[in-house]
């Protein structure tokens, strides 16, 4: 059975950091990444890292803030967020995707078939 557990989400001022960790069971997968939803808004693509060389994506809004990672002997990625905003205070959920079947990359919320349990981050003014 496959799993996604999320932790390290929390509440921090702005311009602090936090680093969110996703742990997978179950299989390993090409691609992980992060999305994002806030109240009122969809749910958004943040970051996601591919294939055996870790190919990493960005959302422009995070690039130079955000960096993904992942460990492959723990099967784990991670996000770590510096210089948070205000406007980066959302729930925060991992992603992981055993291929991209629709050809959209790994951007898009379809191409990926399992979802962590969602992690609060809390940016305070």
């Known amino acids: 059975q496959v799993q996604l557990v999320e932790s390290g989400g929390g509440l921090v001022q702005a311009g602090g950091s936090l680093r969110l960790s996703c742990a997978a069971s179950?299989?390993?997968?090409?691609?992980m990444g992060w999305f994002r939803q806030a109240p009122g808004k969809e749910r958004e693509f943040q970051a996601a890292?591919?294939?055996?060389?870790?190919?990493?994506y960005y959302v422009d809004s995070v690039k130079g803030r955000f960096t993904i990672s992942r460990d492959n002997a723990k099967n784990t990625v991670y996000l770590q967020m510096n210089s948070l905003k205000p406007e980066d205070t959302a729930v925060y959920y991992c992603?992981?995707?055993?291929?991209?079947?629709?050809?959209?990359?790994?951007?898009?919320?379809?191409?990926?078939?399992?979802w962590g349990q969602g992690s609060q981050v809390t940016v305070s003014s």
């Open positions: 992603a992981a995707s055993r291929s991209w079947a629709y050809g959209l990359g790994p951007v898009k919320a379809l191409e990926y078939d399992y």
């Open positions: 179950g299989r390993t997968f090409s691609t």
């Open positions: 890292i591919s294939g055996p060389a870790g190919n990493t």
